[in-house]
């Protein structure tokens, strides 16, 4: 069992940065796969980034690739999401997810464990 608990989402304008972190209870953080997804007003919840169990790997949706990073830090239990040129439509509510395995995972559906999400809020 892990328990996920974001932060780092608020309120920017068009061309600026944030950085999202996920915060993860447990020892065995370092045996997760960890993944970023977001859900706008009246959509489904959509991929971001995920990155493997030891940093080695990750992917990016296209609509954030070159924009967004993610990172992890083992020995803090935190993954990390570097925004930067931010656009309204990066909107939503943001998601950590979590499971274990040795690859990096894509779908919703292969996630385990969840956080509560952090609203990030991008102005034109």
């Known amino acids: 069992q892990v328990q996920l608990v974001e932060s780092g989402g608020g309120l920017v304008q068009a061309g600026g940065s944030l950085r999202l972190s996920c915060a993860a209870s447990?020892?065995?953080?370092?045996?997760?796969?960890m993944g970023w997804f977001r859900q706008a007003p009246g959509k489904e919840r959509r991929f971001v980034a995920t990155?493997?169990?030891?940093?080695?790997?990750?992917y990016y949706a296209d609509s954030v690739k070159g924009r967004f990073t993610i990172s992890r830090d083992n020995a803090k239990n935190t993954v990390y999401l570097q925004m930067n040129s931010l656009k309204p439509e990066d909107t939503a509510v943001y998601y950590c997810?979590?499971?274990?395995?040795?690859?990096?995972?894509?779908?919703?559906?292969?996630?385990?464990?969840w956080g509560q999400g952090t609203q990030v809020t991008v102005s034109s």
């Open positions: 990155i493997n169990w030891s940093g080695g790997i990750t």
């Open positions: 997810a979590a499971r274990t395995g040795t690859y990096y995972y894509i779908g919703r559906d292969e996630y385990d464990y």
């Open positions: 447990g020892r065995t953080f370092s045996s997760y796969a």
